[in-house]
């Protein structure tokens, strides 16, 4: 069973920076994609960010440019460097690991507030 542990969240103004981190329990390149998804109240839950196990690198077109993620297959971790942020990124925000099975795992999720 794998887990998924977020950090980095906060409040941060409009325009401002944060980087989520995402540990997992087990070797992350066991996994065929490592994802960052949102949800926002009221809302479905949305990829925002994906790194394949190839290495490509997906993004959500509200994000681009703005959000980078990246991988750490020493450390089992994986981050999402989020810039000029803005108030409809206001979201929790969850980490996903995909499985080569078909099986989803997922992180308990963490808040992310952009206001002033």
């Known amino acids: 069973q794998v887990q998924l542990v977020e950090s980095g969240g906060g409040l941060v103004q409009p325009g401002g920076s944060l980087r989520l981190s995402c540990a997992a329990s087990?070797?992350?390149?066991?996994?065929?994609?490592m994802a960052w998804y949102r949800q926002a109240p009221g809302k479905q839950r949305d990829m925002v960010a994906r790194?394949?196990?190839?290495?490509?690198?997906d993004y959500a077109d509200s994000v681009k440019g703005r959000f980078t993620i990246s991988r750490d297959n020493v450390k089992n971790t994986v981050y999402l460097q989020m810039n000029s942020l803005k108030p409809e990124d206001t979201a929790v925000y969850y980490c996903n690991a995909f499985a080569d099975s078909g099986l989803n795992y997922w992180g308990q999720g963490t808040q992310v507030t952009v206001s002033s």
């Open positions: 790194v394949l196990r190839v290495g490509r690198l």
């Open positions: 087990g070797s992350i390149f066991s996994f065929r994609a």
